[in-house]
């Protein structure tokens, strides 16, 4: 969509304070798809509603799955339900979700970040309406082998995870809380692998993981499914780690938001979330973690990471377990980041940096994952200055984003690449406005103000073995394929990729992982990998297996 001046202020509308609200004003904008037919969690939820992501429809055709019936590959009928798609499918559902129209949700991103709210305190939390605790933790099909979570890639991931979580965890020194979406995989009915980035510009959550490791002592964690969205969008928009992101979702929501104590850690929590595992992320230990589908789009493998002693689950009666589509973009991870990023970059060219003539940003979503290219738009005439100013701000605002940074005039659409690239044909020269290689005839078309012409050469062939794409296996996009159109969904016309492919590095064990999760024995992979651990003054975390044990 971008992002242009044109935005008005925003007002704040009253934005859904927990999920079921916020799934009812989905239903009644006819953004919901129900479900009622027996789906597996394991194999077909996931590739069902991936298929409105890579089968051709229009962006605004996707919608929030409800699934009611949901079963697992050993039999096993759930109790609950699953929604995907319910945060950010497409921008709609994201803007329903901070309860103002699309064109706004930058403006309120910015009035949040800058007055935040500090949150109230709840009494009887609907969070904690269900308590499992102790041997009802550990008995076989119990914990976390009780709730109905997906894979995320059928036949590359080697456990079900949970994610679309809020990790809470705060600094042993001040008290600071943070609220960041991880990832965390199934290891046993009561442990999970938890991987939080160490990267300098990273979690929050590491950090804190790095100051309880010094202290000696393990670090308290409670991980939010089902918060009301305004919550949740918290998690992926990477804040400054001193900052409190449930105060800026309520400044977000213009009003405070609801929390609780956790049972059996010292955290506050979203009162009215659908679940909680609470538990403590052991200091001393790391533990091998992945295979796993990333929102970079290959499949993540094996690195020691985060291993979490679960001490309680907690949940609304009925609870509505809530998941993510990631991996490959577009996908509903890619939807969140950019319907925030986009106005926060042109929020910072314009009234930060204060350059003048830069018009919108976009953030290139199929395939490359948003982050790594930025179109910028400018006026007719703007000083070339200004425009590489917006680009130097733009490659350096976040060091994750801006690998390539383009600047266009604003005739041409920055959401069509095809346009971008006919721009740079025939408005750039390599020499002076990009790269260096001269003595390039001038091609045909319009003269620019430049004298000369060159070549700008990328090599952009994989120089390794790669990882395998990120989606799920074909088999298991062709069953749900039939699937859903048996539903009598709409058409689909599949856009290559659209299922998992195998680039060269995979290895046996990992296979073993993938087959063994489709068919409901995460168990023994949890198994394999707890027998696999390493001190964790030996070995960080995010450390790739390879680098310790031999290749299988």
């Given amino acids: 969509m971008g992002w242009n001046q044109d935005m008005t202020d925003a007002k704040i509308m009253h934005a859904p304070l927990d999920m079921r609200e916020h799934l009812r004003r989905l239903e009644e904008k006819g953004l919901v798809t129900r479900i009622d037919a027996p789906i597996n969690k394991d194999t077909q939820l996931h590739p069902l509603v991936r298929w409105q992501f890579v089968g051709g429809l229009p962006e605004s055709a996707r919608r929030a799955f409800l699934f009611t019936n949901v079963v697992g590959s050993d039999g096993r009928k759930f109790d609950g339900q699953v929604v995907v798609g319910s945060l950010a499918a497409n921008p709609e559902i994201y803007a329903c979700g901070m309860g103002v129209p699309v064109e706004e949700i930058g403006n309120v991103w910015n009035r949040g970040i800058a007055n935040p709210i500090e949150p109230v305190v709840a009494e009887n939390p609907p969070c904690q309406e269900v308590v499992i605790m102790g041997d009802d933790l550990r008995k076989p099909g119990g914990g976390l082998a009780a709730l109905p979570i997906p894979i995320s890639s059928p036949g590359f991931d080697s456990a079900p995870y949970l994610t679309a979580t809020l990790c809470v965890t705060k600094d042993p020194e001040n008290g600071i809380r943070n609220m960041g979406t991880y990832r965390a995989g199934l290891k046993a009915t009561d442990r999970l692998g938890v991987r939080m980035a160490t990267r300098l510009t990273g979690a929050g959550g590491y950090q804190h993981w790095l100051k309880y490791k010094e202290r ?87 690195e020691f990471n985060m291993s979490m002693q679960v001490t309680a689950i907690t949940t609304r009666k009925n609870p509505i377990l809530t998941s993510i589509v990631s991996q490959v973009t577009p996908s509903e991870s890619s939807v969140i980041k950019k319907v ?12 930060v940096l204060g350059i003048k003539g830069v018009t919108g940003v976009v953030m290139h979503e199929p395939l490359s994952n948003l982050r790594p290219i930025i179109f910028l738009q400018f006026a007719n005439g703007s000083v070339k200055t200004e425009i590489w100013r917006a680009l130097q701000g733009a490659a350096t605002l976040q060091a994750q984003c801006g690998k ?29 406005d990009i790269l260096i290689v001269p003595h390039r005839a001038r091609s045909h078309g319009p003269k620019t103000d430049s004298t000369g012409n060159s070549t700008l050469m990328i090599d952009a062939t994989a120089k390794s073995l790669m990882p395998p794409l990120a989606l799920p296996a074909k088999q298991f996009m062709d069953e749900t394929k039939v699937i859903w159109e048996d539903l009598g969904l709409p058409s689909l016309s599949p856009q290559a990729p659209w299922h998992g492919v195998h680039l060269g590095d995979w290895g046996e064990r990992w296979e073993r992982f993938a087959q063994a999760a489709v068919a409901g024995d995460w168990e023994r992979n949890g198994e394999n990998s707890f027998q696999r651990r390493r001190s964790s003054d030996e070995v960080m975390c995010e450390t790739p297996v390879r680098r310790v044990e031999p290749r299988d």
């Fill in 340 to 351: 925030a990023y986009e106005p926060l970059y042109l929020h910072h060219l314009q009234k």
């Fill in 216 to 302: 000696g002592e393990p670090m308290p964690i409670a991980i939010v499914l089902g918060a009301a969205p305004i919550i949740q969008y918290t998690g992926p928009q990477k804040l400054a780690f001193d900052t409190d992101e449930m105060a800026v979702a309520g400044g977000l929501a213009g009003a405070p938001l609801r929390v609780c104590k956790a049972l059996t850690v010292d955290l506050d929590i979203p009162a009215d979330a659908e679940i909680v595992v609470e538990g403590l992320i052991d200091t001393e230990h790391v533990e091998p973690e992945g295979p796993f589908g990333e929102s970079h789009g290959y499949i993540a493998l094996e």
């Fill in 404 to 432: 390539i940074v383009i600047a266009v005039s604003d005739d041409i659409d920055p959401h069509n690449a095809d346009a971008v690239f006919w721009s740079m044909a025939y408005r750039s020269d390599p020499m002076s």
